[in-house]
């Protein structure tokens, strides 16, 4: 009996693991999206530092992706949100 209990337990606390990690994939996802595209909008930081079509194309991307966070990214798996994050750090990181 102590040792279902004990399971139990194990098994909740892995969920709920599961879900802080999930909040702070999208919170990191949110964050650099909204750090990009204020650094490379016009009088940004690193506006300089990418080309312009380039720019345009990823700017674009973050807006569709920030859009996408409050509608169906909300109930959307850490694993999505982790993948959209690297794709923007392969392109954000080497201006930063």
Same mark, same amino acid.
């Given at each position: 009996?102590?040792?279902?209990? &004990?399971?139990?337990?194990?098994? /909740?606390?892995?969920?709920?693991?599961?879900? #802080?990690?999930?909040? &702070?994939?999208?919170?990191? /996802?949110?964050?650099?999206?909204?750090?990009?595209?204020?650094?490379?909008?016009?009088?940004?930081? #690193?506006?300089?530092?990418?080309? !312009?079509?380039? &720019?345009?194309?990823? #700017?674009?991307?973050?807006?569709? %992706? %920030? !859009?996408?966070?409050?509608?169906?990214?909300?109930?959307?798996?850490?694993? !999505?949100?982790?993948?959209? #994050?690297?794709?923007?750090?392969?392109?954000?990181?080497? %201006?930063?």
């Amino acid at each position: 009996m102590r040792r279902d209990f &004990k399971d139990i337990e194990d098994k /909740l606390r892995g969920e709920d693991f599961d879900i #802080l990690e999930t909040k &702070k994939m999208k919170n990191d /996802l949110e964050s650099y999206s909204y750090d990009m595209r204020n650094n490379l909008d016009s009088y940004g930081n #690193l506006e300089k530092y990418l080309d !312009e079509p380039t &720019k345009a194309t990823f #700017l674009a991307d973050i807006n569709q %992706v %920030v !859009e996408w966070l409050y509608a169906d990214g909300e109930n959307a798996q850490g694993s !999505e949100f982790k993948s959209r #994050l690297d794709k923007f750090k392969a392109i954000g990181d080497p %201006v930063k």
